[in-house]
């Protein structure tokens, strides 16, 4: 059998000690030209790759970060963990994904995460509980990082859509077009809270002079449970009593919506009810659908967390401006 090479082999071939192969290949290490070029000579002719086992052990660090997910029924998650992944992977380091669900729920999960030594854990704008997060960070876990919701933790970063700004947008937008009889869908009551657009939805609609904006609760991010809480609410509520905008906490769910009005409900979409949606995805801009949404910089805000995650910006609530793409549903 071939033998792997070692860290002596390239030490012995470039005539230099163990210490330096160490350092020459450690980025930012310092380390004479001369030197670092004779080593990465050498573990070139050797085929020598690092043991990162072994240099998590000496460093401390193992450049793995967990990133814990719930939420596959939204196919923007798709994009987040995309742009998240690639982030960090610039980076060098390397994403874990732990799906929460039934069995594996974010206590097991953060307490796993933990017993993997991963540098640090990101909530990918899953339906967690602040309590959880609180007795993690005071039991010293790995740092902890929100993307795409707010954190309601002192000590624990986020990094979301500014959801004031963008219900502003929303709402200055449907009023300027004569809307006056507005709807919110929601999605997880926990998860609705935190990511705080339907409170700020309703308190523009009340600078407008409205007061009244009723609820459709989906309970879910999933468009069969957008689909079921329409039907419930068409099927409660006289024609004439009606909501004139539906706006929806997220692309799924105002694709729901729309898929129950159009197709069965046969309501004329905006004539008889307009459907604005949150995210940006990209079956919003498909022809049968034409969604109003409002898209996400999720790749400006996955960028900023790594930032944090470095520590090259100090971690702190950080809310980033989205951009309000207006389409026939509107």
Known sequence: ????????????????????????????????????????????????????????????????????VDDFANPHKLVALERLTAALQAEDRVA???????????????????????????????????????????AGSPPLFVLARESAVAGIASVSCDAEGSMREIVAHLAARGYRRPGFMSGPVALSTGLGRQRH??????????????????????????????????????????????????DVLALGAADVARHEAGLRVPQDLAIVGYDGSDLAGLAGFDLTTFEQPMEAMAHTLVEMLLGRRAPEPVALPGRLVVRGST
């Not at 540098?119 to 997060?133: Q, W, Y």
Request: glycine share 4%; with cysteine; charged share 20%.
């Open 1 to 68: 059998m071939t033998r792997k090479a070692t860290a002596e082999d390239v030490a012995l071939a470039a005539g230099v000690s163990r210490w330096s192969v160490t350092r020459a290949l450690t980025p930012g290490a310092i380390i004479s030209d001369k030197t670092r070029a004779a080593v990465m000579a050498a573990a070139e002719q050797l085929g020598y790759r690092p043991n990162l086992l072994a240099r998590s052990l000496n460093t401390k660090t193992t450049h793995q970060v967990a990133v814990l």
């Open 96 to 138: 874990m994904l732990i799906h929460i669900g039934r069995h594996f729920d974010h206590a097991h999960a953060l307490l796993h995460a933990g017993q993997r030594m991963v540098d640090a854990v990101v909530l990918l704008g899953t339906d967690f509980r602040d309590e959880t997060l609180q007795a993690a960070h005071e």
């Open 201 to 250: 939805h309703a308190a523009f609609w009340a600078a407008h002079g409205v007061t009244a904006v009723p609820e459709l609760a989906a309970g879910a991010y999933d468009r069969h449970a957008a689909a079921a809480a329409l039907r419930r609410y068409l099927a409660e509520v006289p024609a004439h009593d009606r909501i004139d905008v539906l706006v929806c906490e997220n």
